[in-house]
């Protein structure tokens, strides 16, 4: 089965940038979606194919992917993004979800 | 606008059949390339997708449930159904359906959620 990796957590300081990154194999080959989640709300795609924002979503948003690792990138970090984040992507006619990465705005 | 609602009980027993409809609007499931999937999250854990339906009837299957879980659609209604018999405890979660455009690979819109509790 395809498996994305994603760190558990990421603490990040007040306005410092930060970084949640999704890894499998040649992920690089396939496009990477990232959701944010805040506690008790339903999901948001905040970034789609690799690096595509949604209309509505802070420019502080962005996203990259190449080789094995895809990465979410949050500029100048807010209180307000504190929130679960999970990559996913298209395996095999399979939609498949990270396991998720808890974002700590310090 | 697009909205999607999940709809259906919101505690079953063991054994017994979950039946989850989501009403949507804004968008048709008439229109080529549109697809709606159902997602599921049990408590403090990961989003785990189900099952996906397009348009055109074409469906995809979580493999670890597609034998037992069905989605089906009702275009005139604008409803996805989702059913999964032989409820039991571990399939307690916040329930998920978001839509999807299939060239987009992502899902762009997703309703509130409905938790459904599994427990005698």
């Known amino acids: 089965s395809y498996d994305l990796t994603q760190p558990l957590s990421v603490s990040v300081a007040l306005g410092q940038t930060a970084r949640i990154t999704c890894g499998e194999s040649n992920i690089g080959s396939r496009n990477v979606h990232w959701y944010q989640q805040k506690p008790g709300q339903a999901p948001v795609l905040v970034i789609s194919r690799d690096n595509n924002r949604p209309s509505g979503i802070p420019d502080r948003f962005s996203g990259s992917n190449s080789g094995s690792t895809a990465t979410l990138t949050i500029s100048s970090a807010q209180a307000g993004d504190e929130a679960d984040y999970y990559c996913q992507v298209w395996d095999s006619n399979t939609v498949v979800f990270g396991g998720g990465t808890k974002l700590t705005v310090l | 606008q697009i909205t999607l609602k999940e709809s259906g009980p919101t505690l079953v027993k063991p054994t017994q059949t979950l039946t989850l409809t989501c009403t949507f609007s804004?968008?048709?499931?008439?229109?080529?390339?549109?697809?709606v999937g159902w997602i599921r999250q049990p408590p403090g854990k990961a989003l785990e997708w189900l099952a996906l339906i397009y348009w055109d009837d074409y469906k995809h299957y979580s493999p670890s449930l597609m034998n037992r879980i069905t989605i089906t659609k009702d275009t005139s209604k604008n409803q996805v159904v989702l059913t999964v018999p032989n409820m039991d405890p571990v399939d307690t979660a916040a329930y998920y359906c978001a839509r999807t455009p299939r060239s987009y690979g992502a899902f762009d819109f997703w309703g509130q959620g409905i938790l459904v509790t599994v427990s005698s």
């Open positions: 804004g968008f048709s499931l008439n229109t080529r390339g549109v697809g």
